[in-house]
């Protein structure tokens, strides 16, 4: 069904469909993190309900936590809940492997922020981003004035977030971008929140526990 090529950098490699694609797509299985080592008996539990067309590599994980009773109770507390379209990359898997993190290369993703969505955040008294990768798409709108495209902004210790006010984010693995990210925006704070997480058995990675992270330190 696909006629795989020779390797590319960073492990990946270049595929040609040699069926159609929605041949392919009805063959092949849910792509899980590497850290994930049996096939989920119910897909959907690695899809958030919101999702409706596939871009991803993977699902943007704290958005797992919402389903549509949780999101109507937000509306009913006064919260506006405005979309975006997010392109997750392979690279948000891959480890930083440098000794100093700044030079890291960090993966380029895509993302569309709807003119809507970018007028709510503006508006708004508080930005809640639903994951890092939110995080990223609109932190880049503010840095790079584009609304939609690909990002390659690698958000580390030092950076002035300009729109998300609060996180809900998983507890990330160790030696990511994921967990610098978190890192910029708390401080060194996130290391007595992950040693209570593991004290109280929290679930960390993909489908597991999450944590709500009211605003950057100023």
């Not at 299985?29 to 959907?44: K, M, N, Q, T």
């Not at 067309?53 to 699902?59: G, H, K, L, M």
């Not at 379209?85 to 480890?95: C, M, Q, S, Y």
């Not at 700044?102 to 970018?118: F, G, K, N």
């Amino acid at each position: 069904m696909v006629e795989v090529g020779p390797p590319l950098d960073e492990g990946r490699r270049r595929v040609r469909l040699l069926r159609p694609e929605a041949e392919v797509l009805a063959a092949g299985e849910v792509p899980l993190p590497p850290y994930l080592h049996e096939p989920l008996a119910d897909p959907e539990r690695y899809q958030t309900v919101y999702a409706d067309r596939p871009t991803s590599v993977a699902a943007p994980t704290a958005g797992l936590h919402l389903t549509e009773p949780l999101l109507e109770r937000c509306r009913a507390a006064g919260a506006g809940v405005a979309r975006l379209e997010l392109g997750v990359g392979i690279g948000t898997f891959r480890p930083i492997t440098v000794p100093d993190v700044t030079d890291h290369r960090v993966h380029r993703e895509a993302y569309d922020v709807p003119a809507a969505t970018w007028a709510a955040c503006e508006a708004a008294t508080r930005v809640v981003a639903v994951g890092t990768t939110t995080v990223r798409a609109l932190e880049s709108v503010a840095a790079r004035g584009r609304r939609s495209g690909w990002t390659d902004l690698y958000l580390r210790r030092g950076h002035r977030f300009a729109v998300v006010d609060a996180l809900l984010t998983n507890f990330h693995v160790p030696r990511s971008s994921l967990l610098v990210l978190v890192d910029a925006f708390v401080g060194p704070r996130w290391r007595s929140l992950y040693e209570d997480a593991l004290a109280r058995d929290y679930r960390f990675l993909s489908l597991g526990d999450a944590m709500f992270l009211p605003g950057p330190p100023v």
